[in-house]
Nanobody, 112 residues
Framework: QVQLVESGGGLVQPGGSLRLSCAAS????????RAWYRQAPGKQREFVAG???????KYADSVQGRFTISRDNAKNTVFLQMNSLKPEDTAVYYC??????WGQGTQVTVSS
């Protein structure tokens, strides 16, 4: 029984930074893929960043060079460091782990 709990969202001004965390309550040793998605009101949920157990990463073109995904297997946690935030980054951010599912989501709002 594994559950995902997200934290770190909030309100920031354009150009600011946030660090999101997604902690799993049980072992994810056998899980191959961890990822972040986001969804704005009235829009489809979209892929943001992903990482496999070898450490290889992939990013959406819209966040490449600004966001960094990482993980700490000992703490069963995946992170998303978000820098140079833009208003179009405003959305609910969800973590996803293959074989487990989705976290509850955390709101990120970028506004002056």
């Amino acid at each position: 029984q594994v559950q995902l709990v997200e934290s770190g969202g909030g309100l920031v001004q354009p150009g600011g930074s946030l660090r999101l965390s997604c902690a799993a309550s049980g072992s994810v040793f056998s899980i191959n893929v961890r990822a972040w998605y986001r969804q704005a009101p009235g829009k489809q949920r979209e892929f943001v960043a992903g990482i496999n157990n070898d450490g290889a990463t992939k990013y959406a073109d819209s966040v490449q060079g600004r966001f960094t995904i990482s993980r700490d297997n000992a703490k069963n946690t995946v992170f998303l460091q978000m820098n140079s935030l833009k208003p179009e980054d405003t959305a609910v951010y969800y973590c996803f782990v293959s074989g487990i599912g989705w976290g509850q989501g955390t709101q990120v709002t970028v506004s002056s």
